[in-house]
C-alpha cells in the first residue's frame, strides 16, 4: 500500500484526515495538516505547545 489517512487531532478530538503517501516526513505531515482548513479553524492563531505524531495513524496538535 502506497498511502494511509493521517486523521489529525486537537483538543483530543479528530479534526481532520487526509490522504499522505507512506514515507513521508513527520516534518511534512505537520505543514500539510497546518495549512488544511479544517485545521486552521480550531487552531485560530493560538500557540502550538507541541505536535505528537504516531507513524501513519495521528497527529495531534497541543495547543498552548
Do not use: P
Amino acid at each position: 500500500n502506497e498511502s494511509f489517512t493521517l486523521a489529525v487531532q486537537i483538543y483530543g478530538n479528530t479534526r481532520d484526515t487526509f490522504e499522505c503517501a507512506v514515507g513521508t516526513s513527520e516534518k511534512e505531515l505537520t505543514r500539510t495538516a497546518l495549512e488544511r482548513s479544517n485545521v486552521k479553524k480550531w487552531i485560530d492563531d493560538q500557540n502550538i505547545a507541541k505536535t505528537i505524531y504516531i507513524k501513519e495513524r495521528l497527529l495531534n496538535i497541543v495547543i498552548a
